[in-house]
């Protein structure tokens, strides 16, 4: 099973850039897609999830009306598209999935509660 994040880049403030996890070894089915974040020197930040059954998402107050997940299970891919990007968005963006089915609202943006991980893909904002 591996999950590969890509699409980070250079960006201006105020620019967009679309965030792509595509998985091998499992199919999108039932499992819970999430985001999450790390800036130097601070700890793992989730940022949104989405369930690949029903589509449901769920996103960090940090990030709401701004960033947008979606999944195209036909490419085994989730996306994130992250709009009006500010210089505190610059991160290592990484894709995590439930595979084990565990995943509720409330343990969701608890990194350990994933089984697998991305690479990440760096993201900077210029202010």
């Known amino acids: 099973v591996q999950l590969q994040a890509s699409g980070g880049g250079l960006v201006q403030s105020g620019g967009s850039l679309r965030l792509s996890c595509a998985a091998s070894g499992f199919t999108y089915d039932h499992q819970v897609i999430g985001w999450f974040r790390q800036a130097p020197g601070k700890e793992r930040e989730w940022i949104s999830s989405?369930?690949?059954?029903?589509?449901?998402?769920y996103y960090a107050d940090s990030v709401k009306g701004r960033f947008s997940i979606s999944r195209d299970n036909a490419r085994n891919t989730v996306y994130l598209q992250m709009n009006r990007l500010e210089h505190e968005d610059t991160a290592v963006y990484y894709c995590?999935?439930?595979?084990?089915?565990?995943?509720?609202?409330?343990?969701?943006?608890?990194?350990?509660?994933?089984?697998?991980w991305g690479q990440g893909t760096q993201v900077t904002v210029s202010s």
């Open positions: 995590a999935a439930d595979y084990t089915y565990k995943i509720t609202t409330t343990n969701m943006p608890v990194p350990g509660t994933y089984d697998f």
């Open positions: 989405i369930n690949s059954y029903d589509s449901s998402t």
